[in-house]
């Protein structure tokens, strides 16, 4: 086979086992499942592909490539049957009307997608001349799987004293060793594929994980009942947006695909809380274990996930309650000056001046005031993330709107957990010192973009059930 055959093998297989999966799990007959599945079916593809291939370590490249793949076909071939049931079981479901589609709303749609089609073609161009620039991406993210096709795939990599103390070739050291595999497994069944390294190659997934993002806040926002024109209308908003389309020829940075989880997460999530279906659950879960395994920050969006879905949950009386207790053991923590655990082996200290956890690592606490920094940048470009406009609008509607519902409990959550987050992340830490020249800051939003843009849409078009598709 050729390298072209390869390639579209290598990113094919992935994106139909979890589009499969995804049509799979939503109910049968939802809006916006086919967006959903071209979007959030590539993302939630790779990370399947990448967990395999992380649990086949043991074996050669071509033998973890090996299985990966006919595990993938089964899970494709498990969701065509399971989805096969659903649509004879909802045979006799009626459709719902919808009126036909305007001029002006078929112009927004065919906008979006010619601005996919032309950035994804510049897109490819720029990673095929361009595969990696200098920084993070080389020095750090790009290593691992080079090393894991080069050397072995259950190759570790340690803290540079750990591996002087070694003196064995075979122990490697990285910049962020302890940095998630996610991604590079899926690289490395890319490669293992090609049987070699092809940085040109291996990074297309890139633009395609641009596109994914679009499309498929386009199908969540289907899948929320807005009419056409409203998700027109935002997906064109992000669309435009140069600060994704810029990570999109970026290969190597993982902020874009932590940008495309925490949006799928945060919308199935939303989902499960308005239908209390069990699939959009799997589906959230799946996306928010995605973020984990893909970058530090992920944890942490995770973590903050499942506590805006869990008071998302309550009702207003109970979420003031839960969030007043939350505040007095907040108050508590900060009195009795933290706690320090040791669990299986692991430091566990959360301290006012010191955090040191497994999966997010050690930070120490010390404020330095850098709001006015990360504050510019949010209105510094206004059309290079758009951000600053957006919490704007976000931050009201989540706070003030009027109709009790788990998307509103969600929103206000999020909204200001996220916020939260960033504060003390740079006011408190080292990453402070990266928001004065704004790389931290427009990396970090970046991550949050997509998910508000979707919640000040959802919020727009509450009330409606996501149910028929037109």
């Known amino acids: 086979m050729g390298d072209i055959a390869l390639t579209l093998l290598a990113l094919g297989l992935p994106w139909v086992a979890g589009a499969g999966v995804v049509v799979a799990l939503l109910p049968a007959r939802s809006r916006g499942t086919a967006l959903l599945a071209a979007g959030a079916g590539l993302v939630l593809g790779a990370a399947l592909a990448g967990i395999v291939m992380r649990l086949g370590a043991g074996l050669t490249p071509l033998g973890g490539a090996t299985v990966t793949a006919c595990v993938l076909v089964a899970l494709t071939i498990a969701a065509a049957v399971l989805r096969l049931r659903?649509?004879?079981?909802?045979?006799?479901?009626?459709?719902?009307?919808?009126?036909?589609v305007g001029f002006w709303t078929l112009a927004g749609l065919g906008t979006v997608g010619v601005i996919v089609a032309l950035n994804g073609y510049w897109m490819i161009g720029e990673i095929i001349q361009r595969p990696l620039l200098g920084w993070d991406a080389w020095k750090v993210w790009a290593v691992r799987p080079q090393v894991w096709f080069a050397v072995s795939p259950a190759v570790e990599f340690v803290d540079v004293p750990a591996w002087l103390a070694a003196n064995d070739p075979g122990v490697h050291t990285v910049p962020g060793h302890h940095y998630p595999e996610l991604l590079g497994r899926f690289q490395l069944w890319h490669f293992a594929l090609l049987d070699r390294w092809d940085p040109a190659l291996g990074h297309l997934v890139w633009a395609g994980?641009?596109?994914?993002?679009?499309?498929?806040?386009?199908?969540?926002?289907?899948l929320a009942g807005a009419t056409w024109s409203v998700a027109a209308t935002v997906a064109l908003l992000l669309a435009l947006a140069p600060f994704p389309a810029t990570h999109g020829a970026?290969?190597?940075?993982?902020d874009l695909w932590i940008a495309a989880q925490l949006l799928?997460?945060?919308?199935?999530t939303v989902t499960w809380l308005r239908t209390g279906r069990t699939g959009p659950l799997l589906l959230a879960l799946g996306f928010a274990a995605a973020?984990?395994?893909?970058?530090?920050?992920?944890?942490?969006?995770?973590l903050i996930l499942a506590a805006c879905a869990a008071l998302g949950?309550?009702?207003?009386?109970?979420?003031?309650?839960?969030?007043?207790?939350?505040t007095g053991l907040l108050l508590l923590w900060f009195a009795l000056g933290g706690f320090e655990l040791s669990l299986f082996g692991q430091p566990f200290v959360l301290r006012p001046d010191l955090i040191d956890l497994p999966g997010l690592g050690r930070a120490e606490l010390v404020f330095e005031n850098r709001l006015g920094f990360?504050?510019?940048a949010l209105f510094m470009y206004p059309n290079w993330h758009v951000l600053g406009a957006l919490l704007a609008l976000a931050v009201p509607l989540a706070l003030l709107a009027a109709a009790p519902s788990p998307t509103r409990g969600f929103a206000r959550g999020f909204v200001m957990a996220a916020l939260g987050f960033l504060f003390v992340l740079f006011n408190f830490t080292e990453a402070g010192y990266w928001a004065e020249d704004l790389t931290a800051s427009n990396r970090l939003t970046l991550h949050v973009l997509p998910a508000f843009l979707w919640l000040v849409?959802?919020?727009?078009?509450?009330?409606?059930?996501?149910t028929h598709s037109a």
């Open 209 to 222: 994980a641009w596109a994914a993002l679009i499309v498929g806040c386009l199908g969540l926002l289907r």
């Open 86 to 100: 659903q649509d004879r079981a909802a045979a006799a479901v009626t459709r719902r009307f919808e009126r036909p």
């Open 291 to 302: 973020l984990a395994l893909t970058k530090v920050e992920g944890v942490v969006w995770a």
């Open 250 to 254: 970026l290969p190597g940075y993982m």
């Open 457 to 466: 849409a959802a919020l727009y078009v509450e009330g409606e059930a996501p």
């Open 264 to 268: 799928f997460a945060t919308g199935f």
């Open 313 to 326: 949950l309550l009702s207003d009386r109970a979420r003031l309650v839960a969030l007043a207790t939350g």
């Open 374 to 376: 990360f504050a510019g």
